[in-house]
């Protein structure tokens, strides 16, 4: 059974960097597309984009700028990095395994609160 | 893309049959994917490719459409089906979701 769960600070301060990190058990970082979806409290949900195994990544263009997606395959792990954060960035961030056919194992998610 | 869900909210009883629209503003074959979300909890995939059930999600709910119109319907209303849904187009990056469905009880 696939599990994913994301780690990383629950607060961050306006314009610094918020990282997560997700762990990937029960498969294997390099058999899958890894991405990461945000959802504002109250609504709806936003694809930030993936990153596959060897390192290549499609990031939403509406987030590029900001956004570093990489993945560790010793620790079965991969992560993101959003700089210049906002309050605008507060929202439950997932992790997830994505496929042609979409998203199909999810991470519980975290919140991240941008306040000072 | 854009989608649009439609109604943003309906309240229905148990036993009810409840459909959900979603509509694209352009295209995206048979791309489409449903999930449902509980308060709480992450979104669960439920029918992907428009229309192909998840193995494991009960046969009470259904998908159909193409290219930009869409339909989820759930044949009779159960408690444990009270949630919100979305669509999501996987057609083309970025991919997007659509505003949500929430479907509470009457």
């Known amino acids: 059974q696939v599990q994913l769960q994301e780690s990383g600070p629950g607060l961050v301060k306006p314009s610094e960097t918020l990282s997560l990190i997700c762990t990937v058990a029960g498969d294997s970082i390099g058999s899958s597309y890894w991405s990461w979806i945000r959802q504002p409290p109250g609504k709806s949900l936003e694809w930030i984009g993936y990153?596959?195994?060897?390192?290549?990544?499609h990031y939403n263009p509406s987030l590029q700028s900001r956004i570093t997606m990489s993945v560790d395959t010793s620790n079965n792990q991969f992560s993101l990095k959003l700089t210049s954060v906002t309050p605008e960035d507060t929202a439950v961030y997932y992790c997830a395994r994505e496929d042609v056919y979409g998203s199909g194992v999810w991470g519980q998610g975290t919140l991240v609160t941008v306040s000072s | 893309i854009q989608l649009t869900q439609s109604p943003s909210s309906l309240s229905a009883s148990v036993g009810d049959r409840v459909t959900i629209t979603c509509r694209a503003s352009?295209?995206?074959?048979?791309?489409l994917v449903w999930y449902q979300q509980k308060p709480g909890n992450a979104p669960k995939l439920l029918i992907y490719?428009?229309?192909t059930l998840r193995g494991g999600v009960p046969s009470r709910f259904s998908g159909s459409g193409s290219e930009a119109n869409f339909t989820l319907t759930i044949s009779s209303l159960q408690p444990e089906d009270f949630a919100t849904y979305y669509c999501q187009q996987v057609n083309i990056y970025p991919r997007t979701f659509g505003g949500g469905t929430r479907v509470e009880i009457k």
């Open positions: 990153v596959y195994y060897d390192g290549s990544t």
């Open positions: 352009q295209g995206v074959r048979n791309s």
């Open positions: 490719a428009a229309s």
